[in-house]
């Protein structure tokens, strides 16, 4: 009897121990994708950030040309250099063009 009985607890032995490595390793391919998709979500999260960031940045430059091309305009300019400079548009008559 205590033969049989030997057999059957190496038996036994013979089978759990593949199922707890087989255990163990769904267990650790569980965690590596939770461990993934942790990762994932960090670096879309930073994306997005990045994104908003980018059309933040892009209105603040549209901003930028507008108030360029406000500061520049031909009206602006004409203002300034009359008012500031005393400078008057010249007559036709005064006006000389130089011809290569």
């Known amino acids: 009897m205590k033969i049989v009985a030997n057999r059957k607890q190496r038996n036994d032995i013979n089978w759990v ?21 942790h990762e994932v979500r960090q670096r879309v ?4 950030t ?4 980018a059309v ?3 209105v603040v430059w549209g901003q930028y040309l507008l108030e360029q091309s406000t ?18 548009v010249p007559k036709a008559e005064h006006i000389v063009m130089v011809l290569p």
Not at 19 to 33: I, K, R
């Open 56 to 58: 933040e940045l892009e």
């Open 45 to 48: 999260d930073a994306l997005e």
């Open 50 to 53: 990045l994104r908003r960031e």
């Open 71 to 88: 500061w520049a305009s031909y009206g602006r300019i004409e203002r300034l250099a009359e008012d500031e400079l005393s400078m008057k």
């Open 17 to 37: 121990v593949p199922v707890v490595v087989l255990w163990l390793l769904v267990l650790a391919s569980a965690l590596g994708v939770v461990a993934s998709t």
